[in-house]
């Protein structure tokens, strides 16, 4: 007679060992699939997505956001007429007005753009960075930190056209690095870097800058000196990209030139100093503006002296840095000279360099740490990870502007014979969005609309929106929409006769109800 412990055996010990097996081999199988530039680069643009999905409603449209918002409604041929009275060039809001048509003009939609443009923006960083480094280690590090990098996170949740020209700063370098790599010339290459320069001319003007970038890396690419800047001068892939990039834009230069021309030293946006570009470089980093200068200096002096010392160390990098130093620093510096005569130096305006800095800043990060132990290069990657991750909590909490909850008071609220009154052209665009009454929006005015700007869309109808006096409205109920820490709208403006009903206040927004008898 058996025991009873005779009835209790153990499993096989071959079953523990084909259990082990299959699961070793199923971690095999998954480490070389996502090893795969395709599978990397999908699993890549997935997380890039979520990223930038995490805040896209939390803050209401803002007032640029409202003008793109508003003139993407206009037919394309009043688009680009009207863009020839504003500061920007008109490809955006053609392309924002096509996606509008397939996909509606909700505010998940219409940012959604953007969002397709980031995502798009960081996948192709993967590939240039392949193209560039010839090393898998880099272009996954540069690309991941691209993903997460809290300034580019940030314009690719923007109704704006600044993640747009990211996307196409990466493309035309792209195919600048693919022409010059190519053993034979490639035509099709140089023409495409021309028409992506053009397509960025049309989007962003500044996106220009990046072209000394290019010529560097070639100079540098066939050995950086007086004979390789000659063989630049007869080089006729530039001379095709560079015809065919001026034979597309030609048709805007004028509208271009008269833009220019208006920008006076009245702008509105503060003069340059010394911190201009450390501060900027630092909120790319951070999105924190309160960082200190001098810690802003720092980094900038230390992502200099870093670059340059590696690629005095490995000349075979030495092209491909300078290349991403000159993409991050010839923009902001011209820009900055440029802005000594009229102000135009805004960090947001260099959205577009901010690929070629998280490249940069993985470069450096896989080449000082490559003969670190593995728990010094884990501790330093996730230092630079944790650093960019806190930028975005930032970007979530900067989120303020709350619009929507006044525009969803209005249209619950809103009575016939309403009239809704904005104070100022900086909350009419945004309110305009979100309002779905029967009432247009009106605008508070005393003077008469201007021709340029934002008010090129609306002068044409300065007759039926302008308001000079609250007091000249004959209306039971008037509906007034105004910011907070701006002059006091609410106050010796409106008429004593008047009595408040309701009011919404929300981040910086207020909306306040108007009984008028």
């Known amino acids: 007679m058996s025991s009873p412990n005779a009835l209790v055996q153990p499993l096989p010990l071959a079953h523990d060992k084909c259990y082990n097996r299959a699961m070793k081999s199923l971690f095999s199988r998954s480490r070389t699939f996502f090893s795969q530039p395709i599978a990397f680069g999908a ?20 007032h640029d ?25 008109p490809l955006y809001y053609l392309l924002l007005s096509g996606w509008q048509a397939i996909f509606g003009s909700g505010i998940i939609s219409l940012r959604g753009f953007s969002v397709a443009c980031g995502v798009a923006t960081v996948v192709l960083l993967y590939a240039l960075l392949r193209r560039l480094f010839s090393s898998e280690t880099i272009a996954k590090t540069g690309a991941t930190l691209a993903a997460i990098g809290p300034f ?50 049309y989007t ?9 970038a290019h010529l560097l890396y070639l100079w540098a690419l066939k050995g950086g000196d007086w004979h390789s800047a000659k063989q630049l001068i007869a080089h006729k892939g530039l001379w095709l990209g560079a015809t065919t990039g001026i034979a597309l834009f030609a048709p805007w230069v004028p509208a271009m030139f008269a833009q220019v021309t208006r920008v006076s030293g009245g702008f509105w946006i503060p003069p340059v100093d010394w911190f201009s570009i450390p501060n900027a470089l630092s909120s790319f980093i951070t999105y924190d503006h309160r960082i200190t ?65 998280y490249a940069l800043i993985g470069v450096l990060y896989c080449s000082y740490t490559s003969r670190w132990k593995n728990w010094q290069r884990l501790v330093a990657g996730v230092g630079i990870v944790w650093l960019l991750l ?22 619950r609220e809103y009575r016939p014979g ?19 009454t029967s009432q247009p929006v009106h605008l508070l005015s005393p003077e008469p609309f201007g021709q340029y700007g934002e008010w090129s869309l609306i002068h044409d109808k300065e007759t039926e929106l ?15 929409v105004g910011k907070t820490g701006e002059r006091d709208y609410f106050g010796k403006d409106v008429p004593s006769s008047w009595r408040v009903v309701t009011e919404f206040r929300g981040g910086d927004t207020v909306v306040r109800l108007y009984e008028t008898n």
Not at 397 to 408: C, E, F, K, V, W
Not at 418 to 436: G, K, P, Q, R
């Open 43 to 62: 699993l890549l643009g997935g997380a890039a997505l979520i990223v930038r999905s995490l805040f896209l409603t939390k803050a209401s449209v803002w």
């Open 65 to 89: 956001e409202g003008y793109s918002a508003m003139i993407i409604n206009y037919p394309p041929g009043d688009i680009i007429a009207r863009t020839m009275h504003d500061v920007h060039p």
């Open 152 to 201: 580019l996170v940030r314009y690719s949740e923007e109704m704006r056209m600044y993640s747009l020209a990211a996307l196409i700063a990466v493309g035309a370098t792209y195919a600048f690095v693919h022409a010059v790599q190519q053993k034979q010339q490639s035509w099709s290459w140089w023409i495409a870097y021309g028409a992506l320069l053009a397509a960025g001319l």
């Open 204 to 212: 962003q003007y500044f996106i220009i800058l990046i072209v000394p």
């Open 293 to 357: 200068e001098w810690l802003g200096i720092s980094f900038t002096i230390g992502l200099v002296w870093a670059s340059l010392a590696l690629a005095r160390r490995k000349k075979t990098l030495r092209p491909a840095i300078w290349l991403l130093l000159g993409w991050i620093y010839i923009p902001m510096i011209l820009v900055a000279l440029l802005s000594l005569r009229n102000p135009v130096f805004m960090d947001r305006y260099f959205v577009f360099v901010t690929p070629a800095l």
């Open 390 to 411: 806190i930028g975005i909590s930032v970007v979530g909490n900067s989120a303020t502007h709350q619009m929507g909850g006044a525009g969803a008071l209005v249209n």
């Open 418 to 436: 309403d009239m809704i009154v904005s104070a100022e052209l900086y909350t009419f665009f945004d309110f305009s969005y979100y309002n779905h």
């Open 466 to 480: 302008r308001v000079a006096k609250l007091s000249n409205i004959n209306a039971p109920r008037v509906w007034l």
